[in-house]
């Protein structure tokens, strides 16, 4: 099995590699894939930009990227996703989505800190991205959660962790959370 990883690399280094696989794992910084290669064994690792990616089509069973959706032009890397993806091979992809005026607000202050690059803001996935990344694909389940993921941290104090993380799904599950969902996550096969 073939598998690409567009996720930053440490995404990698805190997931277990299985040995079945082997992996490719692609980023932008050299240093990090350094480092990705002294802790994990059995993976290849190449400085790659996703919108052009230097795989022959077909290539890959199974496309990976967490986070990463925001750090290139949509068109292109959604293209390239799909172009590197074996046609039965199975894109899976957990983000952060950009609907809930709280959590842009969040991005935006943090932009203002100079923490955050405006472009990467302005290319964080919409629902409108989701969808259209999922209609090339035959089969596509997205599930969206963390609707209250900014009141954890209060929550937490109050009635503990545990009990947090109950309230958060359960919210989940309550009330349809798509466009005040904090993080997506999209399972998709069958390429078109």
């Not at 690409?4 to 280094?13: D, E, K, S, T």
């Not at 996703?81 to 899976?92: E, N, W």
């Not at 969040?106 to 990467?120: A, E, I, L, P, V």
């Amino acid at each position: 099995m073939m598998c690409l990883n567009l996720a930053p690399v440490q995404v990698c280094i805190r997931t277990r590699w299985r040995k079945q696989a082997h992996g490719w794992w692609r980023d932008i910084s050299s240093h990090a894939l350094e480092v990705l290669s002294q802790r994990i064994e059995g993976v290849t690792t190449l400085v790659a930009d996703m919108e052009s990616l230097l795989f022959e089509d077909n290539s890959f069973d199974v496309v990976a990227s967490a986070g990463s959706l925001s750090y290139g032009i949509p068109e292109l890397v959604d293209a390239q996703i799909r172009r590197v993806l074996r046609p039965g091979g199975i894109f899976l992809c957990v983000n952060s989505l950009n609907h809930n005026p709280i959590y842009r607000f969040n991005r935006w202050f943090h932009y203002m800190r100079g923490d955050r690059t405006k472009s990467t803001l302005l290319r964080m996935p919409t629902i409108d991205r989701i969808q259209s990344l999922a209609s090339g694909f035959k089969n596509a389940d997205v599930r969206y959660f963390g609707a209250v993921s900014y009141l954890m941290p209060i929550l937490a104090r109050i009635i503990g962790q545990s009990k947090a993380a109950k309230v958060s799904d359960a919210v989940d599950q309550m009330v349809n959370v798509r466009w005040s969902a904090f993080k997506f996550v999209l399972v998709a096969h069958g390429r078109l």
